[in-house]
């Protein structure tokens, strides 16, 4: 009788789910809510809008759509919902992810990034890019 090996697929999703299951209980007990905030709060009133909007088009120039969709994809599949519902880290993940632009998610990934929005409740850009 040969024994099943597990497939690499099965591997690769307990390793991901163990690792950010690891990544929020050391968050959610560890950072302090102030720091957190001094964070979120750093980012929005003192990173200047130029700023932001460089580091948009440089992730546009540099990854290509296909390296985009594939993380897109890849973190849908594989985040575990113990990080959907750990406060801070939502509340990290969408002072973040509210500046992400529409126009560099990749159509083939639209359905997957909403998916990600919804998940962690990432509002939409709050600031247009300049035209």
């Known amino acids: 009788m040969a024994l099943k090996k597990p497939s690499f697929d099965s591997i690769n999703r307990s390793l991901t789910k163990r690792g950010f299951f690891l990544f929020v209980k050391v968050v959610d007990k560890y950072a302090p809510d102030r720091l957190l905030l001094f964070?979120?709060?750093?980012?929005?009133?003192?990173?200047?809008?130029?700023?932001?909007?460089f580091a948009i088009r440089v992730v546009e120039k540099l990854a290509s759509n296909k390296l985009r969709s594939t993380v897109i994809a890849a973190v849908d599949k594989y985040v575990p919902d113990e990080v959907a519902n750990?406060?801070?880290?939502?509340?990290?993940?969408?002072?973040?992810?509210?500046?992400?632009?529409?126009?560099?998610?990749?159509?083939e990934s639209t359905e997957s990034w909403e998916n990600l929005r919804t998940k962690f409740h990432i509002p939409k850009l709050i600031a247009s890019r300049p035209k």
Not at 39 to 52: E, H, M, S, T
Not at 92 to 103: M, N, Q, S
């Open 39 to 53: 964070g979120l709060n750093f980012l929005d009133k003192r990173v200047p809008n130029r700023l932001i909007s």
């Open 86 to 107: 750990s406060r801070k880290v939502c509340a990290v993940l969408a002072g973040v992810g509210k500046y992400i632009p529409d126009e560099i998610i990749p159509p």
